[in-house]
């Protein structure tokens, strides 16, 4: 299938690789931009190289590419998964992979080690009140550096070419400007995004994992059971 996927400008990284893998073509589009707050990069930086943090989470890709080259050295390193940990090796940084791709999945992979550590989290400037409120439960401290905003693009997304269009995001979503179609199979890739969308009255007809090769994974077995019923 040709799949949209929505995407931050510029930061497609190797999703044609991946979708080509599960035998599909992909091309992104562009509900959301990014800006950087730069006194907030300096900030972080600088609390990283004064060892401030016991622990350093990073919860997506696109700030492992903004401090990456800047950080000599670090404390602990978490990545929320295999693509944010490749930009992360990419630049020298050492670290570990959630189990998961959901920033729920942080405290739990720490279990008691988070008690009387210090945490810090460079992110988008959009509120996760459950992952900060999940580190303080477990005795750990959480210093949230919002890095970047995400901004709308107010451009409808093209899907002229589209058999089908990934969302990748709650906020992809939710900022969005495009027109549903009969023949548009719709997807989440994961299960925050798809209630975000239900929420708003659009059910995805695939759900995946949190990440591309999981939803990639469940829209060939959900082709794969069409063919059996057809």
Known sequence: ???AVTRLAGKEGR??????????ACYS?????SEIHNDVVAAFTDAVGHENFDCIFFTSALPAKIFGPFLKKTPRVIAIGPETARELERCGI???????FYSRDFVPYLGDWIKGKTIGIPRAD?????????IVNAGGTAREFR???LVPTDEPLDLCAAEAILFTSAMS??????TPRPDLLVMAIGEIT????MREGTFPVIVGDGSLEGTLGALNEYRGRMRVIR
């Not at 050492?94 to 998961?100: A, I, K, W």
């Open 1 to 3: 299938m040709k799949i």
């Open 15 to 24: 999703d044609k690789a991946r979708c080509a893998a599960f035998g599909h």
């Open 29 to 33: 589009v562009h509900p959301l931009r």
């Open 94 to 100: 050492t670290c570990e992979t959630l189990p998961g």
């Open 126 to 134: 959009v509120p996760n009140p459950t992952l900060i409120d999940s």
């Open 147 to 149: 890095c970047y905003q």
């Open 173 to 178: 979503f939710t900022k969005a400007i495009w």
């Open 194 to 197: 798809a209630e975000t969308m």
